[in-house]
């Protein structure tokens, strides 16, 4: 009994510390204000980027970049890491997801999104090891559209509605129990709370997508106050970047409001089961 005891109480405090992060850089258009805001976030235990830039073949822009960038911030402690291609630009370059973490990743791969555009759709997925503890499966998107015939929200939504599946079926693809695990959902959804893109887009993003995530059960993580909007832009302030949950628990996520590498705010949330 007292081993049992002193397991849960272990348990729960490897989680408690857990922080999980997000952030758009916005293909590392600034590398100087990219290390600024990186040894900001030094605290953050597992952090999934948006938008890396990677070459047609070896990825030598990850690696030779963002990599070194990463190792030369203050406190480096994101050991461990996985990148997935997600679409091919005009340019010949290619776009990336990424998941750093301080944690060992067990496993990690992409899920096929459906979408209406000639471009690739994918969401990346990790299985992080946190010490004592159940296996933590983060997932990290960006859903978007450059389609002129379902221009905003109704393209997203077709992405969505993929990504439910997916985590619906993960025993497929993952492995059996994987519905029990903690889940993390984190990326650039691209959404707001009024979209005036397109006649066909749908009113209030935000709560629609929140809706199509939860018949998955996963939970909003809401912003903390004064730290709502997530992009700042010329046309106003957005809350375009979310976290969402399962089988943990936050009070509110946070934004690096002094950020300088991206047009994007990182934002992070502290979870605990």
């Known amino acids: 009994m007292l081993t049992l005891i002193f397991f849960c109480i272990f348990n729960f405090a490897a989680a408690a510390d ?3 992060g997000s952030y758009n850089i916005h293909q590392q258009g600034d590398m100087p204000g990219l290390a600024l805001d990186f040894a900001q976030l030094k605290t953050i ?5 948006q ?3 990677m070459d047609d073949g070896a990825g030598l822009v990850f690696s030779q970049s963002l990599l070194p960038l990463l190792k030369s911030s203050a406190n480096y402690q994101w050991n461990f890491h996985c990148a997935q ?12 997801l990424a998941i750093f973490s301080r944690y060992p990743l067990l496993k990690c791969g992409a899920l096929p999104l459906e979408h209406s555009d000639i471009k690739n759709r994918e969401a990346q997925w990790a299985v992080v090891q946190i010490p004592d503890a159940r296996p933590l499966l983060v997932i990290n998107t960006d859903h978007e559209t450059s389609s002129y015939l379902t221009l905003g929200f109704p393209d997203r939504k077709k992405q969505l509605q993929s990504l439910v599946k997916h985590l619906k079926t ?3 693809w993952l492995e059996p129990g994987c519905e029990t695990w903690p889940t993390v959902i984190t990326g650039d959804f691209n959404t707001s709370g009024v979209s ?6 749908t009113l209030n993003e935000i709560k629609q997508t929140v809706s199509l995530l939860q018949t998955a059960h996963l939970e909003y993580v809401v912003p903390c106050p004064e730290h709502e909007p997530t992009f700042q832009s010329l046309w106003g302030s957005y809350q375009l ?3 969402f949950i399962k089988n943990l628990r936050s009070s509110c996520r946070l934004s690096l409001k002094n950020r ?6 990182p934002i992070w949330s502290k979870l605990n089961q």
Request: glycine residues 4%.
């Open 18 to 20: 857990l922080t999980v």
């Open 45 to 49: 235990d597992v952090l999934a980027l």
């Open 51 to 53: 938008e890396v830039q």
């Open 85 to 96: 291609r997600v679409n091919q630009n005009s340019d010949g370059t290619w776009e990336s």
């Open 170 to 172: 993960c025993a497929q």
């Open 196 to 201: 005036l893109s397109s006649p066909l887009a």
């Open 241 to 243: 970047d979310h976290i």
């Open 260 to 265: 300088q590498g991206s047009d994007h705010l």
